[in-house]
Nanobody, 123 residues
Framework: QVQLVESGGGLVQTGGSLRLSCAPS????????MGWFRQAPGKEREFVAA????????RYADSVRGRFTISRDNAKNTVYLQMNSLKPEDTAVYYC????????????????WGQGTQVTVSS
């Protein structure tokens, strides 16, 4: 069983930056592909970014491409989401997830999820 723990959320003004981190606790495998998702109040969980196990291949939602960067450090077993030029519409709970399937943007294809970290962008 993989347990994921997110950190780095908080309150930031429009145009600001935050870096989220996701690290597993317990037994893990660096061969998992990893994703970040977010869920705003009253909305469905949506894909943000994903990275394959080696870090070579990434995918982004159109709404964050060019502003967010996903990366990973397998030596530290940590995945990051650098968020720049934040907008009020980025406000949501951000979740990291792990999958043993091919790189995917579909939440249902992820096997393990963290508890989420709140990101609030004030206007």
């Amino acid at each position: 069983q993989v347990q994921l723990v997110e950190s780095g959320g908080g309150l930031v003004q429009t145009g600001g930056s935050l870096r989220l981190s996701c690290a597993p606790s317990g037994r893990t495998s660096s061969t998992y592909d990893m994703g970040w998702f977010r869920q705003a109040p009253g909305k469905e969980r949506e894909f943000v970014a994903a990275i394959n196990w080696s870090g070579i291949t990434t995918r982004y939602a159109d709404s964050v491409r060019g502003r967010f960067t996903i990366s990973r450090d397998n030596a530290k077993n940590t995945v990051y989401l650098q968020m720049n030029s934040l907008k009020p519409e980025d406000t949501a709970v951000y979740y990291c997830a792990a999958t043993n399937r091919a790189l995917t943007t579909t939440p249902g294809n992820y096997n393990y999820w963290g508890q989420g970290t709140q990101v609030t962008v004030s206007s």
